[in-house]
Each structure stands twice: as C-alpha cells, then as structure tokens.
C-alpha cells in the first residue's frame, strides 16, 4: 500500500503581504526602454505579485516604483524602489522576483500628489 504524505498550508519561505498599490515599472528589452503602471497585488521578501494592463516579458531586469501609504515623519510622503526580475505574466498578474529594495522620498512627477507637498523633502546629507 502506498503511503500518501499530506501536506497542508502553504509552503512558502517568505510569508506574503496583501496590499493594494499603485505603481510604475520599467525594464530594459532588446536595448529599448518600456515602461507601464498597475497595481501590487502581495508582497513578500523575495518577491512582488503585480496586475497591470500591459505586462512585462518574462525573464527581463524590472524596476519597480511602488507608492507607499505612509509618510515620511508625517510629512513627506514615501515610494518603495525595488528591483527584481519577472519570473512569470500572464494577461492579468506578472510575479517578479525581488533583488533589492529601499525606500525613497517621493518627488512631484512619481505619483499624483493629493495635498501634500514635497517642499518639506528635500533634505541635506
């Protein structure tokens, strides 16, 4: 008699993050720059699962610019660069995989500003 191992739940090393955010993206292909917009679906430390209207090939370098919901110090508000490389797309969800990451303030032409401003930004090192 065979023995059936069950496994439940899911087996992922990095837990996943459901969040709902817009972002930008570009990639490099053939040496022609391309670029779009969508939307996060989960994130995770390894990885980003995406829907966006125009997804990007499978297998090139990608850049993301994810607009974060949290101000900087109540004022500044924030975006999460990371770069990775997409792993699979379909017509509706592209899954990147996740190099790096860093928060970066976020200027005027990044996202759509409500009433904040980026005055307050621009720091000195």
Known sequence: ??????IYGDRRTDRRYTFQL?????YRKCGVA????????????GGIRFTTDDPPPVGVEIELRI??????????????????KVLRSDAQR???????????????????QAAVTTSSCNFVA
């Open 1 to 6: 008699m065979a023995h059936q191992e069950l």
């Open 22 to 26: 817009s972002l930008r993206f570009s």
């Open 34 to 45: 391309a670029a779009g917009s969508g939307a996060t679906e989960d994130l995770s430390r």
């Open 67 to 84: 607009e974060w919901p949290f101000l900087l110090q109540n004022v500044c508000p924030l975006e999460l660069l990371v770069r990775g």
């Open 94 to 112: 592209t899954v990147a995989s996740m190099y790096s990451y860093e928060f970066r303030t976020r200027g005027a032409r990044s996202f759509e």
